[in-house]
């Protein structure tokens, strides 16, 4: 229509009707490759589903729902073991595949690491798992310290069980906090993150860049164990590390956008890291968890986000569906 029955011209008159909106992304089913949904609420998964996410890698790696510090080995076990117990009520109560990932993570020093890197290899080969980690190497821990080369031997172990049944590794990437978060009082914490900041530990990291040594020395740790870089899934990818990741590695890189007000990764910084190294590699996910601020919505509005900066609708599918379904063998 050329013109409206307004008293006066308005926005509509000007508008161009030829133009090609893409309604596939309202349908567009999507996998989240990283996330803690077993913590989240009946609600916060039941999102997941509203929004269509197909299926979901349940991370249960994680000290912070161990109410002991530091952590023995039958305490992240408990986790592992939580996570087999409700995973298929998850399915059946939601309809998405769900499936896991157990791992060791270096948060926290872990008195006993080698009785899990025992039993880990009888997890792995459950149908259930898809996945080790999360891991990697974190240059600092909280209430005690856990040494570079102690760290590094246990995220080792875990790609050598990786590879042995040759299954992907997720790999925890540090990145550095949201600089235009405001300064919290010490005693209050972070507000939407409930972790008890004053038991942080001295970094046993150090140098001009840390986050980005830590990465490096997983990657070597992956290649001294015999896993392929291809079936190293670095989440918590920034601006940081991408380029690194793209140029000298591999890896994939799955990049975090469910607490964007934490760590500061937007849809912007994928749109940039398809638009200069393409979607074959990239992914994104919630990691949504009940200690965090998260967002079980940040992939699906990611995807119209993602459109909005001139990725196309078939790059779109590659980075929220293809990749997560291939790397992690869903059945989506």
């Known amino acids: 229509m050329d013109s409206y029955p307004t008293r006066r011209p308005t926005d509509a008159t000007y508008l161009d009707d030829d133009v090609d ?9 999507w996998v989240d490759p990283h996330n803690h949904a077993h913590t989240l609420s009946w609600s916060d998964r039941e999102q997941y589903a509203l929004t269509g996410c197909r299926s979901m890698l349940m991370v249960a790696s994680g000290y912070h729902w161990t109410p002991y510090k530091p952590v023995e080995a039958d305490d992240v076990r408990f986790l592992w073991d939580d996570a087999i117990n ?9 309809f998405f595949e769900a499936k896991l990932g157990l791992g060791i993570h270096t948060g926290v020093r872990i008195t006993n690491p080698d009785d899990l890197l025992d039993a880990m ?11 080790i980690g999360e891991t990697g190497v974190t240059p600092g ?4 310290a856990w040494s570079l080369d102690e760290q590094r031997a246990v995220v080792e172990g875990q790609m050598a069980v990786a ?3 040759d299954l992907p590794v997720l790999l925890h990437t540090p990145n550095t906090t949201n600089e235009a978060l405001p300064d919290y009082r010490p005693e209050l914490g972070t507000p939407g993150y409930e972790k008890n900041g004053s038991l942080a530990q001295e970094p046993v990291m150090e140098g001009e860049n840390p986050a980005l040594d830590a990465v490096k020395v997983d ?22 590390n991408t380029d690194y990741l793209m140029e000298e590695t591999d890896c994939y890189l799955s990049y975090t956008i469910g ?9 912007e910084d994928v749109a940039d890291a398809v638009e200069t190294y393409g979607p074959e590699r990239i992914m994104i996910d919630t990691d949504c968890a009940n200690v965090l601020r998260t967002d079980p919505l940040a992939v699906k509005r990611a995807m119209l986000e993602l459109y909005r900066l001139g990725v196309s609708v078939d790059d779109i599918r590659t980075v929220v569906f293809e990749n997560p379904r291939d790397v ?5």
């Open 121 to 131: 290899t009888e997890y792995a080969a459950l149908d259930e798992v898809v996945a």
């Open 259 to 267: 607490h964007s007000w934490l760590v500061g990764v937007t849809p």
């Open 219 to 240: 990657v070597q740790a992956a290649r001294d164990a015999g896993l392929p870089e291809e079936r190293v899934v670095a989440s918590h990818a920034d601006p940081n």
């Open 163 to 165: 590879a042995d049944h």
């Open 21 to 29: 909106y893409p309604t596939e992304l309202l349908n567009l089913p």
């Open 141 to 144: 821990q909280q209430v005690e």
């Open 86 to 94: 409700r995973r298929a009520a998850i399915e059946r109560n939601h």
């Open 328 to 332: 992690f063998g869903f059945d989506a």
